[in-house]
């Protein structure tokens, strides 16, 4: 329909009273649109062409078409293959904007929705700003896409309009069909009859993949998908079966030692001490208190034995043997010659030797 100003007007009322409690309303439009300052107008037949301000006094706003839509039906489809190029109109933009900074571009094509919308599907022949193609047919080159790809089992209303777009550029290219889809409920909506069923089959295959995934982020995006799909209740149960606390395992017995070594602790409190001396060597000075933290003492002493055997499980060196050098044997004192502290090459605290001559001390 080539419809004027007032026509246009009251067959949008019209259509928007007929839509009240439907499933889908769907608005297709294709004709002449423009924008200024980022709001963009759709323009009836009799809209004087010579004068901006007279253009857009008379064109009808795309927020505004598509405010009286919503809420009206569960979906609103709104399909805009509009922005084709108007000889007058151009030469009106270019005075316009001549010498005044204003970009003749600025009111080229047709800008984003602003308006947030709730159940809404919103497909553009072309990109914001975008003049889109005439074509040489009966139809455009995109409403010849739309509809060779509703002849098609598709599945949903929004996934026919991508597939659109794709096909489009792979066809043609330049021109970039854009889709806005804003609160659409998923596996809802689908354009053909019998597509649901299509449809049943994807989502049989969707939940067995997060059944079998398993995980709450999967689970989560087929509730996501099929809020109001076949295997729901399964989903929630599970969801919150994953929600539950874990009980705590059961605490395991700590397992002995295969060491016979096994001495019993008993726990030093910390405490502080002064340390030092006035009359004593310089190293000694000055009286300091020192604070030692808390640790555990064997509470008998450790035999050779014992120690060798702590020695073989960790394989412990001394501060005598690492300041070794790698060399043989450790610090000792002889009692039965110099009687002083010396490195002894026969002295070592894993192998004390036993004589009776010989006493052995190590640090």
């Known amino acids: 329909m080539n419809l004027n100003e007032n026509n246009f007007l009251l067959t949008l009322r019209r259509f928007a009273a007929r839509a009240k409690g439907a499933e889908i309303a769907l608005l297709y439009y294709a004709g002449h649109g423009m924008q200024d300052a980022r709001q963009s107008y759709l323009l009836p037949v009799d809209v004087p062409g010579g004068d901006i301000q007279l253009v857009i006094r008379n064109s009808i706003g795309l927020d505004s078409l598509l405010r009286t839509l919503d809420g009206k039906a569960e979906l609103t489809v709104a399909i805009f293959d509009a922005c084709r190029e108007i000889p007058d109109l151009d030469e009106a933009i270019g005075e316009l904007t001549r010498d005044s900074g204003i970009k003749p571009s600025e009111f080229r094509g047709l800008a984003r929705v602003k308006i947030k919308g709730k159940s809404r599907v919103v497909a553009y022949s072309g990109a914001a700003g975008q003049l889109v193609k005439d074509g040489r047919g009966r139809h455009s080159p995109y409403t010849e896409i739309l509809l060779k790809e509703l002849e098609q089992p598709v599945g949903e209303v929004d996934d026919l309009f991508q597939q659109v777009a794709w096909n489009f550029g792979q066809r043609y290219g330049g021109q970039n069909p854009e889709v806005l889809i804003q609160g659409v409920q998923p596996g809802r909506f689908y354009f053909r009859p019998g597509a649901g069923g299509d449809s049943l089959q994807l989502q049989l295959a969707h939940w067995s993949a997060a059944s079998q995934c398993g995980s709450a982020a999967c ?96 394989h412990y060196k001394s501060d005598a043997e690492k300041n070794a050098g790698g060399k043989e044997g450790c610090w000792s004192v002889d009692w039965d010659e110099e009687k002083n502290w010396d490195w002894r090459n026969w002295a070592s605290w894993r192998k004390p030797i036993s004589t009776s001559k010989i006493k052995i001390t190590t640090r």
């Open 219 to 314: 689970l989560q995006d087929y509730l996501n998908r099929y809020p109001q799909g076949q295997f729901t209740g399964i989903a929630h149960a599970r969801l919150a079966q994953l929600a539950e606390p874990k009980p705590m395992p059961p605490p395991q017995p700590v397992p002995r030692s295969k060491h016979s070594f096994e001495p019993k602790m008993v726990r030093i409190q910390a405490g502080s001490f002064p340390m030092g001396s006035t009359e004593g060597n310089e190293d000694e000075k000055p009286v300091h208190s020192v604070h030692v933290s808390a640790f555990q003492l064997s509470k008998y002493e450790v035999t050779v034995a014992q120690f060798r055997e702590f020695i073989q499980a960790t």
